[in-house]
């Protein structure tokens, strides 16, 4: 730069020189200087340009003449000015280049920014000669540099420029803090990809591109080791010294975004796989709530059968019996066989009925409270002769085993129904495993058919062929079977479930092709020790006699005919209604005093159990026997009957009537 | 702490350093243009005071790895080591600059060395004689050599600069034929000759301060 304008020196060829001079000018102040100054250091002479003496308040004829070189400082900010003297000190002793920016104190008093890019010329002894120089405003230029600072730091915006191919990218301070670089405006393209986490490409790329994609970085902190997340955008522009094109951007952290969008994402993966479980746990509610609405179908269905069908069979049972007594042993024999078949057979419709309702869960219970593991080993003999030689038994029972408050011929028929369904299951030989354990159910869901509690698991398992899951669904349904035809009545398992649910428990099946079947019934702890289980005392032949009055209710005649006659036989008094408002009003005569009311349960206008709540109010100790093929109405909780009221299952035989009649009359007839 | 903390050079005694070897290297393209034939400008446009450690990281930072330096040692009225740091893939553009176009890619690989150590001798010489001059006391330099690696193996040979805890980093612009090379000078030196240092500086300040003008 060889910039400085020459002494004024007047004479001839002024004219010439100040035409050379006011070009000079015009150029420096197309160039944005403020102006020119020349500083003749032997002579000790400053001179300035007239732009740069009028910005110093100087009178441009007097800086064209020569001031005293202190005039340079003149308006040099007082804060700039020793350092600024420090670097002309340096130009006089010999340096070459001065180039500096400092702020300058116009004469209106306003502050502008300035830079001075200065020479020093030597003279043929390499001696200090002439210090020349020119002055740029950079006000504008230092506020928006100013402004782009601020905005990079608040922002935590880095800058760089990089010209593929180059090794080194000029950089702004904050990018260098970002990636945790020691700051430096000049920074090694190397350096900075090396900041990068393995596998990441390059920050920095080497070969031209066109556009400046978008892009983010894991990098690993040189200065911490600390691993953060860094966005690069920017774009590319044409160099404009043609060496390519280049690429202008900014970095900046994104980690805690990205630690956001994590949690978020982790967040949401965690919110679909919860809705996914509620989904399915619903499924499964409404499952099983559909499958228990579907046995209750069943189970009412089967019920009301089961009751007309009693009903029948005890006119049936009640007529075939006394035809047969009528006949007494001189009748023919043919007709006695076939009395005797008639029966026989009906005695097995009974039975029929009976499982179906023990299905139905209204069969009388009388839970006693027993212990699972006594009671299995007890029918070890029965399970053995069932099962055959070629099925082993183990069984295995919890030494602490809570007891059960259930109704001990059930159980046993229902624990009999398991083993003999397990051994079909295996074709005759296998393992028959039955275990006993104590749970305590503390997460039993929305929709469990089971509540909260102690239970005593009961389970029963075979080796066999097991079943598939749609055969699971449908095992407890009443002549669901998989056996072949005349090999079972697909009632077993009904019964069980019947009985079981009845009992307060429940039971479930795991079983799969191939793998066998394991049935658990889970039975509701008892809060009474076990009592020992005395045999049902066999009871004789009832011998009624005298005077003892019933009342029979039953509004079906053909039944209560069936009824009266067979105690009127046994020598009782009997009274007959046809229906609860009858039998009241009988109840209520002071003559003949009632002893027992025998009544129906079902009936049109006020059922038997009603009529049973109004005649106790009147004499709370008569007792009463009820009649019924559908017990579930008159039986109050966990299948149980009151105080004093007993219940005779329809159908019922002339000599099961009898004897319950003369136990609850507590009474002997004559022998 | 570190020593760069035990002795801190103020802005304006940076300012000063910066124009002492501001004269040292304008002293040296005068001589390289009498070598040259062609326009040599050196300047130095700011200095940094920094542990070594630092000036390893930036060094590494800002050159990768593949750097070159002339050094030499020095010793007088205060010792220590400088260094004419380059980037390895400039320095034969720095050696095509000195000697001019017409010579050959083999005949500029074959003076490669010493160019690189003739023209780092100037540099680090005028730089070093200056500040000799100023106290007018003399200081005794070593046979300048090459030495190849990045930063840390610059800065971490440990010479006969003995505790070494600052580096004063400076950057250097070298303009030849129009062309722009930037490459570091890095000196080193020990705590007694920082010391002389700064009394240097400050008596440099003084009389800049108080110049009659």
Redesign the interface.
Known sequence: MNLQSSPRTGGANGEPMRELEDRLSLSLKAAGAVGSWSWDIPGRLLHLDARLARFQGIEPAEAATGLPVARFFTAIHAEDAPRIKVAVGGMLRGAEVFFKSYRMLAPDGSMRWVEAHGRCLFDEHDRPERFTGVLVDITARQRIEERLRIAQTAGGVGTFEFVPGLGTASVSEQFCRLLGLEPAPVIAVAAVNAVLAAGERPLLEGRPLRVLQDAEYRIVRPDTGEQRWIARRGEVLPDSEGSGARQIGVIFDITDLKRTQHELNELNRNLETRVEQEIQSRQQIEERLRQSQKMEAIGQLTGGIAHDFNNLLTVIIGNVDMARRRLGGGGDERVERALANALKSSERAAALTQRLLAFSRRQPLEPTSVNVGRLVGGMFDLLNRSLGEQIEIKTWFDPDLWSVEVDTNQLESAILNLAVNARDAMGWQGLVTIRAENRTVVDAGEGEDLGNGDYVVLSVADTGQGMPADVIGRAFEPFFTTKEVGKGTGLGLSMVFGFVRQSGGDVRITSAPGQGTTVELLLPRSGAPAMESGNAEAQGAARLARSATVLIVEDDADVRTFAAEGLREMGLNVVEAGSGEEALALLDRPEPAIDLLLTDVVMPGMTGRDLVDVARQRRPDLPVLYMSGYPGEVMAENGRLGPGVVLLSKPFTMQALAARVSEMLEWAGPG | MSVADTIELS??EQ??L???V??G???A??ALRKMVGEHV???V?SVEVLSRQ?AA??L??????ELVAIKQSFTGAFSGGAMLIF?Q?RSLELVRAVTGPEMSHEEIVEIEQEALTETGNVILNSCLA?MANMLKQPLTMSIPHIIKGDGSDLLTQVGEEGDVGLVLFLYITFTVRERDL?GYIAMMMNMSSLLALKQLLGA??D???G?E?
């Open positions: 802005e304006l300012d000063a910066t124009e002492v501001n004269i290297v304008s002293r393209a005068l400008l050196l300047s446009p630092r990281t930036l590494v930072q800002q050159g990768g790895d980037p893939s200056t930037r440099f300040i009389e800049t301060m110049e003008l």
